[in-house]
């Protein structure tokens, strides 16, 4: 298996991120982890298995989750506004 490096994604403040965990306690999670905790930021990585005759990717995406487009593709929206 081989890992691959999709790059970091920067969410910004913690704020909100984390659904059922009071602010102050995610900001000291942050921080007692070496990670700032006014920018949480997440390691988007993709396995690839070597199968013998073929490689499959693993790669989940984020999609359109809290309102970023990760996937780099037109939405149905802009396809229709000719943006392809």
Sequence with gaps: MTVVSDGP????????TFIGVPDEEVKKMLSDNFLSPENVVLEQNSPIVNMGDRL???????????????DHRPSAEEYGRGWH
Excluded: A, N
């Excluded at 994604?9 to 909100?16: A, S, T």
């Design 9 to 16: 994604l920067p969410l910004g403040p913690p704020k909100g």
């Design 56 to 70: 499959v990717l693993f790669d989940t995406g984020m999609g359109t989750s809290k309102g970023l487009r990760t």
